[in-house]
């Protein structure tokens, strides 16, 4: 084996990842990471009843979005409301989708909920509605004012609503990993200098 390619293979070996696992336990058990899509999820979706924010647990939708801003887990900031889609109800791009129909493996007639598989047993308090970031504005109604109308995905059904009055769940997420933990300096030295042996050895080749 030629020596760049050995270094090659140290390298990405280094690199990598131990495991292909989609869901990654993260903050001590309190998130997930879906190596899938980039998002760490909260892993109790109803954190804001049970950290005592909020008897019950339901919010509308400008005041979830301020608690989910606000949120601190673990020393972590920067979570938010999952994305939705504007004007779509079913198989939609939104986040809350992908969870329910790819992660969870659900359809509307076999619901995670009723038939929970390895994945859905690995969140907390699940429930029927949670809301989405998404929300549409129209002037509308019988004084042509000006109303907002925000979508949230229901687990019972496998769909997305909106509504302009209307109390939902709040189910935190986080863009990237939270967990992701950065090279040791030493070992990124070691890299760096692998490389720099890659180069002289290179050169005298030619």
């Given at each position: 084996m030629k020596f760049p390619q050995f270094a090659l293979i140290v390298i990405t070996l280094v690199l990598s990842t131990s495991t292909n696992a989609a869901l990654l336990s993260r903050l001590g058990g309190l998130a997930y990471y879906d190596t899938d899509s980039d998002l760490t999820w909260l892993t109790d979706t109803r954190y804001a009843m049970t950290s005592g924010?909020?008897?019950?647990?339901?919010?509308?939708?400008?005041?979830?979005?301020?608690?989910?801003?606000?949120?601190?887990?673990?020393?972590?900031?920067?979570?938010?409301?999952?994305?939705?889609?504007?004007?779509?109800?079913?198989?939609?791009?939104?986040?809350?989708?992908?969870?329910?129909y790819n992660?969870?493996?659900?359809?509307?007639?076999?619901?995670p909920i009723l038939y929970p598989n390895e994945n859905y047993k690995l969140f907390?308090?699940?429930?029927?509605?949670?809301?989405?970031?998404?929300?549409?504005?129209?002037?509308?109604?019988?004084?042509?004012?000006?109303?907002?109308?925000?979508?949230?995905?229901d687990f019972l059904t496998g769909a997305q609503a909106n509504t302009n009055n209307f109390m939902a769940w709040?189910?935190?997420v986080h863009d990237g990993d939270v967990g992701a933990v950065p090279l040791?300096?030493?070992?990124?030295?070691?890299?760096?200098?692998?490389?720099?042996?890659?180069?002289?050895?290179?050169?005298?080749?030619y």
């Open positions: 924010h909020i008897s019950g647990g339901y919010m509308n939708w400008v005041d979830a979005n301020a608690w989910v801003t606000g949120l601190e887990v673990a020393g972590v900031t920067g979570w938010r409301l999952p994305n939705g889609e504007a004007g779509c109800t079913w198989n939609c791009n939104g986040e809350l989708d992908n969870m329910f992660i969870f493996e659900g359809t509307p007639d076999f619901i907390l308090n699940l429930n029927s509605t949670y809301w989405t970031s998404t929300r549409e504005s129209c002037f509308c109604g019988n004084y042509h004012e000006l109303i907002y109308f925000d979508y949230f995905f709040t189910w935190a040791p300096a030493a070992v990124w030295l070691f890299l760096s200098g692998f490389i720099g042996l890659v180069g002289i050895a290179k050169r005298k080749t």
